[in-house]
């Protein structure tokens, strides 16, 4: 899968949720756009890292959620604004700063 994940790592654009749906926050697996460019914000990220990482399939992304193999954080940054983050089941993390685990 690291191909996949490689590939939105490689081609994500920071998009904020109210530019692409006029709402505050939607939480969304994305699909690359016609550029091939993924867009979206933190927590798209993380989702749609897992569910590469997963080979594609929602059944394995809700068991591993559900299971507490993976979780999404928020943090709270500096500015006093939020941050998703995808925490793995071997414990390292992954979101759209680091865009591979650390």
Not at 47 to 61: P, Q, R
Request: aromatic share 16%.
């Amino acid at each position: 899968m690291a191909n996949t994940t490689n590939n939105l790592a490689d081609n994500w654009e920071y998009q904020y949720d109210k530019e692409t749906y006029v709402m505050a926050d939607v939480w969304k697996i994305l699909k690359p756009c016609e550029d091939g460019k993924y867009r979206g914000d933190c927590e798209d990220f993380a989702f749609t890292w897992a569910f590469l990482e997963n080979g594609e399939s929602y059944g394995k992304l809700l068991w591993k959620l559900a299971t507490g193999k993976y979780k999404i954080w928020f943090v709270r940054v500096r500015n006093g604004g939020g941050h998703a983050v995808l925490q793995l089941e071997n414990g390292m993390f992954v979101d759209n700063w680091s865009k591979r685990p650390v």
